[in-house]
């Protein structure tokens, strides 16, 4: 089956330009729709926006009208708990202990030797117990001496079993602490 297309040039051409004026009249059409769509819902939204404004604006001036009846009333209460408040921050900052300091302090008590394995502070009793090993009892009795001379440290009690054997000394001390005031409060 042959075909033949019998149309003349100038016809192809004309068919051209009508198929491509339609591709740009349907594209032109189609892009139109949809900005009246967008135009339309941006219309709808700004009316919905004014309309949430208008509610707001009244809600505050409400608001407002209520809050200037009731500041008297209010700021005295308010000033009342903000005492309160500084108080409460007061007594924090009054009981704070700079831990890391204290921590740094002691460890320049602990001799070579000994590696200590637990240290345990009861701040509300003033407890404090050590737990470790140590290489000697020389080195055990060196750190009880570096304790019982420090100033952090009162009654300090080992059980005699620290001091029955002379090396690898699985060891427990414990006593009280004493607080130093001047560390505390804002450091």
Do not use: C
């Not at 060196?142 to 952090?152: I, P, Q, R, V, Y």
Request: aromatic share 8%.
């Amino acid at each position: 089956m042959i075909t033949l297309n019998l149309i003349s040039p100038i016809q192809k051409e004309a068919n051209r330009f009508q198929q491509s004026y339609s591709l740009v009249k349907r594209i032109t059409v189609l892009f139109m729709a949809v900005s009246l769509i967008v135009i339309a819902l941006l219309f709808v939204g700004e009316t919905l926006l004014e309309k949430k404004l208008d509610s707001i604006t009244q809600e505050t001036l409400a608001l407002k009208k209520n809050i200037e009846k009731e500041e008297s009333i209010d700021l005295e209460q308010s000033v009342k708990d903000f005492n309160k408040l500084l108080i409460d921050i007061s007594k924090v900052q009054s009981e704070y202990i700079n831990w890391s300091q204290e921590v740094n302090k002691i460890s320049s008590l602990v001799p070579s030797g000994i590696r200590l394995s637990s240290f345990v502070m009861q701040k509300d009793s003033s407890d404090f117990k050590f737990a470790g090993k140590a290489a000697t009892r020389e080195a055990l009795l060196n750190f009880k001496t570096n304790l019982e001379n420090s100033d952090f440290f009162t009654e300090i009690q080992s059980p005699i079993s620290n001091l029955l054997t002379k090396e690898n000394i699985n060891f427990e001390l414990s006593g009280k602490l004493v607080f130093d005031q001047s560390n505390s409060g804002n450091q």
